[in-house]
């Protein structure tokens, strides 16, 4: 029933169009293409939705024989076979997760040679029987996913992956390709030597994601913050980021109190339950995952709109990962996070607490400072962000909270002085919390306890609001000039730069906190015009139908940002439909006709009847 293959006299570009809807490659992909095709071993860079798949798929279009595809993540390949027979592309998997009589099936289309591309877990592909089913049918490449796995220095570790070197001498000569979206200089080493690589070609594409907007707000009440954020995505999909399980829960909770339709999913909660709402945000379209970090690996959901952080992650590495799930089509997402001085306490005493003996906690203190350090910049966020990875850029991105609205700066060294006098008058013993009560001269009992209402600062700090102080001491920790105790169950303390600013050596300008949290650009905000917007409601619902049909999430139908085009084309024949982005020969055939049909529902508006 299958068709034999039909794409092996085209070329790249026509299978990319033909196959996929899409009328140009991106960043490397066509030199990936070509470059294995001639048979040689590569390794692949490439940001999240970057679009790593092509990189392997169209060459094993091109090809004759099989493509093998290894991956970790188990629980995707049934979506990224479905989301490949959508396209007519002969494509199975094969894990622990099909039935012995759905394997042996397998097994014999691949013996029949009735296969493009094989999914496999790591595990399996060194299976006996697997090589030797694939042993006598012809293999035209390897692609080895998330090749990060196999370097202990990456952050996923996986056994399996050990073991993968194996496959040279078992495919001599198979071009191999290994794909990941992380890998620092020592990892992507690692890849190399441990997959035992031959000779290859490393192609690295740019970390940045131009499509992301960056905010991050100093956290005054996080759940009303999120809930103003959150009014820009009502009927969106979107993960919310919380430390522990606890929040998790509550945040979840209070958020479907308020009208969202919100998940909660962290370790804790029974793997049934966790399986069922991982489905509900892949399947439906507008539901918020309230999680801990526990939820994200090999969510590969294309339009997720928005990452949210209510805690602070660890590192600049493990922001990027985590706000990398959002935008993955390319379309306006927005990564924004509430911080504040609570977080920094917190983070820095988890540190300070950990096992790991000293030199590894000096690293991961100094992997938090960097975060740190990036919340508070006053300039450009996407510099110094791409800086940090190695990637230096000359303009500002146009596309953050600093770009969109450059925050105010004010001369803070007064104040400064103020709170550093108070932390050295109270003994370095306090939190932020006594200490601000003195320098307003708070009535608290706690103050005349210590007989802190006798001191000199008492109340001379009363010209600024708490949500004030607690901003300038943010910035003191942030920046230095104050430490907080974690053997003193975080008090402050005067650090070795605090002397120069005390003594009026030095001038300090500090961040004024906006008050008004907005995070959306305009800009990035303008996806369907006013008029459009029953005709996009329309064809989601056309789409939503027809994945309910076929029992695929939306997006695998077709992105938004096809709708989107279909939108900006009107295409009225068929023919016409195969200019949308998105739009190969076998989703025309497939759905073409529907979608047209509401398009052709709808009147087209006059140019001049709409407003200019
Ligand atoms: P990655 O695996 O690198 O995260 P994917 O391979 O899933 O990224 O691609 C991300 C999205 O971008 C997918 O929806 C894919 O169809 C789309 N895409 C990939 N290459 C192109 C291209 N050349 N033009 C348009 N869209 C593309
Ligand atoms: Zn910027």
């Given at each position: 029933m299958a068709p034999t293959h039909?794409?092996?006299?085209?070329s790249p570009t026509d299978v990319l169009q033909e196959v996929?809807?899409?009328?140009e490659f991106r960043g490397n992909q066509a030199d990936i293409i070509d470059h294995t095709r001639a048979g040689n071993d590569a390794l692949v860079l490439m940001p999240t939705?970057?679009?790593?798949?092509l990189c392997y798929q169209i060459p094993a279009l091109l090809m004759p024989g099989l493509g093998i595809v290894i991956s970790p993540l188990i629980a995707l390949m049934r979506d990224q076979v479905r989301a490949l027979d959508q396209l007519g592309v002969r494509a199975a998997f094969l894990n622990s997760s099909l039935s012995r009589s759905d394997q042996d099936e397998v097994i014999a289309r691949i013996q029949r040679g009735d296969l493009d591309l094989l999914y496999v877990a790591p595990e399996r592909i060194l299976q006996d029987d697997t090589l030797a089913a694939l042993g006598r049918s012809a293999v035209c490449l390897i692609a080895i996913d998330?090749?990060?796995?196999?370097?202990?220095?990456?952050?996923d570790f996986r056994k399996?992956?050990?073991?993968?070197?194996?496959l040279k001498a078992a495919f001599p000569g198979i071009p191999r390709i290994a794909l990941t979206a992380t890998a620092n200089t020592r990892t992507r080493a690692d890849i190399v030597t441990r997959l035992e690589l031959s000779n290859p070609t490393e192609f690295v594409d740019g970390?940045?994601?131009?499509n992301i907007c960056y905010a991050v707000q100093p956290k005054t009440d996080a759940r009303g913050q999120l809930l103003k954020f959150l009014d820009d995505h009502r009927q969106e999909s979107g993960i919310v980021y919380c430390l522990s399980r606890k929040s998790v829960e509550a945040t979840a909770e209070w958020l479907e109190i308020r009208g969202f339709d919100a998940l909660p999913y962290h370790a804790g909660l029974d793997a049934r339950t966790r399986t069922e709402h991982q489905e509900r945000f892949l399947r439906d379209e507008a539901v918020v995952i309230v999680a801990?970090?526990?939820?994200?690996?090999?969510?590969?959901?294309?339009?997720?709109r928005f990452v949210a952080h209510l805690d602070l992650p660890k590192s600049v590495e493990a922001y990027y990962q985590e706000t990398g799930r959002a935008g993955r089509d390319g379309q306006p997402a927005d990564a924004w996070m509430v911080y504040g001085l609570q977080d920094v306490v917190r983070l820095s005493r988890m540190v300070a607490e950990s096992p790991a003996d000293d030199a590894h906690k000096r690293v991961e203190r100094s992997k938090l400072d960097a975060l740190l350090g990036w919340c508070e910049v006053?300039?450009?966020?996407?510099r110094p962000l791409l800086a940090y990875f190695g990637e230096s850029r000359?303009?500002?991105?146009?596309?953050c909270d600093n770009c969109l609205r450059p925050p105010v700066t004010w001369d803070g060294t007064e104040a400064a002085q103020k709170a550093l006098s108070c932390v050295y008058r109270t003994g370095?013993?306090?939190?932020?919390g006594h200490v601000i009560d003195v320098l307003r001269g708070q009535a608290r009992a706690k103050v005349f306890e210590f007989g802190h209402?006798?001191?000199?600062?008492?109340?001379?700090?009363?010209?600024?609001?708490d949500v004030r102080w607690r901003s300038i001491f943010r910035q003191l920790v942030v920046h230095g000039y104050l430490d907080v105790d974690h053997n003193r169950y975080g008090a402050l303390r005067l650090t070795g730069s605090s002397r120069a600013l005390l003594r009026g050596e030095m001038t300090l300008a500090l961040r004024e906190d906006a008050?008004?949290?907005?995070?959306?650009s305009v800009r990035t905000r303008a996806t369907v015009k006013v008029e459009d917007e029953p005709l996009m409601e329309a064809l989601r619902d056309e789409r939503l139908e027809i994945a309910e049909e076929h029992g695929v999430p939306p997006y695998v139908v077709f992105h938004d940002a096809a709708l989107l085009d279909m939108i900006r084309?009107?295409?009225?024949?068929l023919q016409e439909?195969?200019?949308?982005?998105?739009?190969?020969q076998s989703k025309l055939e497939k759905y073409g006709q529907a979608f047209l049909d509401v398009l052709n529902r709808f009147d087209r508006t006059e140019p001049e009847a709409s407003s200019g």
């Open positions: 039909t794409h092996m006299n085209r996929y809807g899409y009328s939705g970057g679009g790593k798949s998330e090749a990060h796995c196999v370097s202990s220095w990456g952050h399996d992956y050990l073991q993968l070197n194996r970390f940045d994601r131009p801990t970090i526990a939820f994200g690996m090999g969510i590969d959901k294309p339009d997720v006053t300039t450009c966020r996407r000359d303009e500002d991105c146009g596309n370095q013993r306090f939190g932020a209402d006798q001191l000199s600062t008492f109340g001379i700090g009363k010209g600024f609001s008050d008004k949290p907005k995070a959306r084309l009107r295409p009225s024949v439909m195969l200019e949308v982005s998105g739009v190969g």
